[in-house]
């Protein structure tokens, strides 16, 4: 072919290509590619989820109900680990939801929030620095009276039972959870998440540890389908979009690391054991100040998803629960 001959016929495409696009609707054409918010990418906060929740103003507290009659009861076997945790083990001003919490604020409406074991209290803290409506429960009153007199005070944060809150129905649009419900025996689960969903208007949001500790205080450790099946009974699923923004897996790291250490939690006879596994991965545990820097982190091997382990659920349903 020519030089001529090749101009030509490069003109008459582009010639061509002009009169297509002048007649025909570029939309028409080429694939739809849909990045409104209830796209499936950015569906994690949707109109359908704001029509749920509260204002997103004011300071006004959650309506009460005093439901106590556990709270001598679970005090009296949570003593002799988690107060002792709380005043000996944990480093001072530990906020174990810190590392999510504000990323959730980014990406979730929400005002009027429950920390649901918020332990020290700042995760309220955190939270109401963000101009959050917040509020904290804790069995520990070690803990609360030890780091938390000034939200005692203030009633921000308050003693109390995870499996009988102190709450009326749909009092918070978001339940937030940091590394808590692993703490739980197996005989309470089933309460203890009715009664997250049953405060909640929309929104319940938590990381729960799937990994083995030397010192046995994760004494409920289950897989994430069991987690997930125990919400979806009492009314919750899961908001994959918002669970797929926040979970890290190993096709995040490169190059991705030898698992090591393998352990196998679960219950054969209770949602099935799983293999989880130790891997080299440097990262900041809570909050820059307390300096908890761990070279390595645990990643479940099935799915490839590396700690910490988010479970974000929507509210869809409202069941009746007895009250006593």
Same mark, same amino acid.
């Given at each position: 072919m020519g030089r001529d001959t090749f101009i030509f016929v490069l003109f008459l495409i582009m010639f061509n290509i002009i009169v297509f696009l002048m007649i025909y609707d570029v939309n028409d054409i080429l694939p739809s590619f849909d990045i409104s918010e209830s796209s499936e990418f950015y /569906?994690?906060?949707t109109e359908e989820d704001r029509r749920f929740i509260g204002p997103q103003h004011g300071f006004e507290a959650p309506a009460y109900t005093e439901r106590r009659s556990l709270l001598q009861m679970e005090n009296a076997q949570y003593t002799n680990v988690y107060d002792r /945790?709380?005043?000996?083990d944990y480093p001072r001003l530990s906020c174990w939801g810190c590392h999510f919490f504000g990323k959730l604020a980014d990406l979730v409406s929400f005002h009027t929030v429950l920390d649901a074991g918020t332990g020290n209290g700042m995760g309220v803290r955190m939270l109401r620095a963000l101009d959050k409506n917040a509020y904290g429960i804790? !069995?520990? +009153?070690i803990a609360l009276e030890q780091d938390a007199k000034d939200l005692l005070q203030r009633e921000w944060v308050r003693q109390g039972s995870l499996r009988r809150l102190p709450y009326a129905d749909n009092q918070f649009d978001a339940v937030l959870s940091a590394d808590v419900l692993e703490h739980l025996t197996p005989d309470i689960a089933d309460a203890t998440?009715?009664?997250l969903v049953r405060v909640s208007r929309r929104h319940v949001l938590m990381s729960i540890s799937l990994k083995t500790v030397t010192?046995?205080?994760?004494? !409920? !450790?289950?897989?994430?389908?069991?987690?997930?099946?125990?919400?979806? +009974?009492? &009314? /919750? $699923?899961?908001?994959?979009?918002?669970? +797929? /923004? !926040?979970?890290?897996?190993? +096709?995040?790291?490169?190059?991705?690391?030898?698992?090591? $250490?393998?352990?196998?939690? &679960?219950?054969? $006879?209770d949602g099935g054991v799983y293999t989880c596994c130790k891997i080299q991965n440097v990262w900041l545990v809570g909050l820059a100040a307390q300096q908890n820097v761990r070279d390595f982190r645990y990643m479940t091997l099935s799915d490839g998803e590396i700690e910490p382990w988010y479970f974000v659920f929507r509210k869809v349903r409202n069941i009746?629960? &007895?009250r006593s």
């Open positions: /569906a994690w906060d /945790a709380w005043t000996h804790e !069995l520990s +009153k998440v009715g009664e010192d046995n205080k994760h004494t !409920l !450790l289950r897989p994430r389908s069991w987690w997930h099946d125990i919400f979806r +009974k009492h &009314g /919750a $699923e899961v908001n994959h979009p918002l669970l +797929k /923004a !926040l979970q890290l897996t190993n +096709k995040s790291v490169y190059p991705v690391p030898s698992p090591t $250490e393998c352990q196998y939690p &679960g219950n054969a $006879e009746s629960y &007895g």
